[in-house]
């Protein structure tokens, strides 16, 4: 898939017109249609770039490394997750919030530093520039408080698609969990064998409800 299939893959999942790219990127709609159709002269690369640069700007989701190279930051760190071993499994189930942002944000940061720039951080989670680039050279001796894990947990979200899900209970939004898991993280948690009837619980609530941060 070329950079502009790529570009006009993300227009399409968000709704958007050659029109609305002009508006927020200020790149012009027909530049925008002949990228999309698979133009590949000398100034791609520099209207792309301002292209991208314009929707982050926005809040959006788009990034450089999906468009040039189909890296997909959201289909990466998921299939980190669903390789892991069933130890490690167990260990993401018993994990705070804040450790999950905390790894979310460590894979990001090695693969794809952009997006986790204090700058595009703070516009998709709200919170100030400042405290966004504290709570990441100090998480180590002094990690987020809930509301701040959340709030980087959101702008994550908005970033890269990573369910929220993950960020609440460590499962992804593409799987059920296996009652085995959930077992064995009960007895990580509790030091003992979880209850039928807790299992249960435990399975329908990662699978059917709703999380809003």
Known sequence: MSVGHRLQAYLDKLGHSYRDVERIAK????TVRRICNGYDGPTIEYQVKKIVRGYQAAGFDLNEDYLFEGRNPKGDFEWMIGHAGTGQRIAYLSMTIQ???RLTVTFLGARYPTLCEPERLSVASG???KIVERV?????RQPPDVETALALARGITR???ICRNWFRCGWLDTESPSRALVEGAGQACFGGR???????VVIDSIKCSPWVC
């Open 127 to 129: 919170l100030d520039p």
């Open 99 to 101: 450790q999950r942002v």
């Open 27 to 30: 790149v012009s709609r027909e």
């Open 136 to 140: 990441l050279t100090t998480w180590e």
């Open 194 to 200: 979880t209850a039928p009837r807790t299992t249960k």
């Open 159 to 161: 970033l890269t698609e």
